[in-house]
């Protein structure tokens, strides 16, 4: 399959030089772009938050969002591309490994693939299991970078519990999942952790606020702590791609009635209208 390289469509092939910043420091940012039907879904607001990522690790994109989104559907095109999602990536380019930002001559690295995935509407419709694991990363879990090695284990904990995801808190405090945003409905309410240093905004959790205020579900973008999660009516996890997972049980405790919740339903429902 073809990928893009500095600005190029080009073979996949093994580009990657080993003084890299992205491969040795992790020193990067990236983002996951869902596409639906051979369309890239919410691509400029995933670029937006590309170009908010790298300005707060001070890193300059070297092409504008109109020329990173006239690439990526050319990327798109070349590849056939029809359910799958695109990865895009910019690291602060190779130079010899110091640890300080390299010096002015040194261009950051652009690369993206793309990866054919089904639609995952089983998980949507049936739901799964969450575990709950301790959120041990960094203050600025706000910027979408490549360090994900705490996400990574959280990730693998989950899975080898047979759960879908792994939902972090600090503390007591619920802050997001490991590769996703958590909601929970209490008595017809959204309640989800605000947008602030310790979350990802997701894409995909902005819609779903869109998405309740305009079919009037009270939302509250407010801290909840494991407790309230654990006597939630309904819980679900946001993310691209995965779109919404209602979860029925958390560390072996059901959650609500044990199926997929109506307000969860109805979120879902008004998400894939958007995405047909
Ligand atoms: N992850 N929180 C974290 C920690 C994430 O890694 C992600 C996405 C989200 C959801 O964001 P969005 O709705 O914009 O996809 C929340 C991507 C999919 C990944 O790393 O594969």
Same mark, same amino acid.
Request: aromatic share 6%; glycine share 8%.
């Given at each position: 399959?073809?990928?893009?390289?500095?600005?190029?469509?080009?073979?996949?092939?093994?580009?990657?030089?080993?003084?890299?910043?992205?491969?040795?420091?992790?020193?990067?940012?990236? /983002?996951?772009?869902?596409?639906? /039907?051979?369309?890239?879904?919410?691509?400029?607001?995933?670029?937006?938050?590309?170009?908010?990522?790298?300005? /707060?690790?001070?890193?300059?994109?070297?092409?504008?969002?109109?020329?990173?989104?006239?690439?990526?559907?050319?990327?798109?095109?070349?590849?056939?591309?029809?359910?799958?999602?695109?990865?895009?990536?910019?690291?602060?380019?190779?130079?010899?490994?110091?640890?300080?930002?390299?010096?002015?001559?040194?261009?950051?690295?652009?690369?993206?693939?793309?990866?054919?995935?089904?639609?995952?509407?089983?998980?949507?419709?049936?739901?799964?299991?969450?575990?709950?694991?301790?959120?041990?990363?960094?203050?600025?879990?706000?910027?979408?970078?490549?360090?994900?090695?705490?996400?990574?284990?959280?990730?693998?904990?989950?899975?080898?519990?047979?759960?879908?995801?792994?939902?972090?808190?600090?503390?007591?405090?619920?802050?997001?999942?490991?590769?996703?945003?958590?909601?929970?409905?209490?008595?017809?309410?959204?309640?989800?952790?605000?947008?602030?240093?310790?979350?990802?905004?997701?894409?995909?959790?902005?819609?779903?606020?869109?998405?309740?205020?305009?079919?009037?579900?009270?939302?509250? /973008?407010?801290?909840?702590?494991?407790?309230?999660?654990?006597?939630?009516?309904?819980?679900?996890?946001?993310?691209?791609?995965?779109?919404?997972?209602?979860?029925?049980?958390?560390?072996?405790?059901?959650?609500?009635?044990?199926?997929?919740?109506?307000?969860?339903?109805?979120?879902?429902?008004?998400?894939?209208?958007?995405?047909?």
């Amino acid at each position: 399959s073809k990928i893009l390289f500095d600005g190029q469509i080009i073979d996949r092939d093994n580009l990657v030089d080993i003084e890299d910043r992205g491969y040795q420091f992790g020193d990067g940012v990236y /983002e996951v772009i869902g596409v639906y /039907e051979g369309r890239p879904f919410m691509m400029d607001e995933h670029l937006h938050r590309l170009k908010r990522s790298a300005g /707060e690790i001070q890193l300059n994109l070297p092409f504008s969002l109109e020329e990173f989104r006239r690439q990526l559907n050319q990327l798109v095109k070349a590849n056939h591309l029809d359910e799958g999602i695109i990865y895009l990536q910019v690291t602060r380019g190779a130079a010899s490994r110091w640890h300080e930002f390299p010096g002015r001559g040194v261009r950051p690295k652009v690369t993206a693939y793309t990866r054919a995935e089904e639609r995952m509407t089983q998980v949507e419709d049936q739901g799964g299991h969450a575990v709950l694991t301790e959120d041990i990363r960094w203050l600025r879990c706000d910027i979408k970078t490549l360090n994900l090695l705490p996400n990574v284990l959280a990730k693998q904990k989950a899975v080898e519990n047979g759960a879908v995801e792994a939902i972090l808190h600090r503390g007591d405090t619920v802050t997001e999942a490991s590769a996703s945003n958590v909601f929970i409905v209490k008595n017809g309410e959204l309640f989800t952790h605000p947008a602030n240093n310790y979350i990802l905004n997701g894409i995909t959790r902005q819609k779903v606020l869109e998405i309740c205020r305009k079919i009037n579900i009270p939302v509250h /973008e407010q801290t909840y702590t494991v407790d309230e999660l654990l006597a939630a009516d309904e819980v679900f996890v946001t993310a691209t791609k995965s779109d919404i997972i209602p979860i029925l049980e958390v560390d072996g405790n059901q959650i609500g009635s044990g199926k997929p919740g109506a307000t969860t339903g109805q979120i879902l429902k008004q998400f894939r209208s958007l995405i047909h």
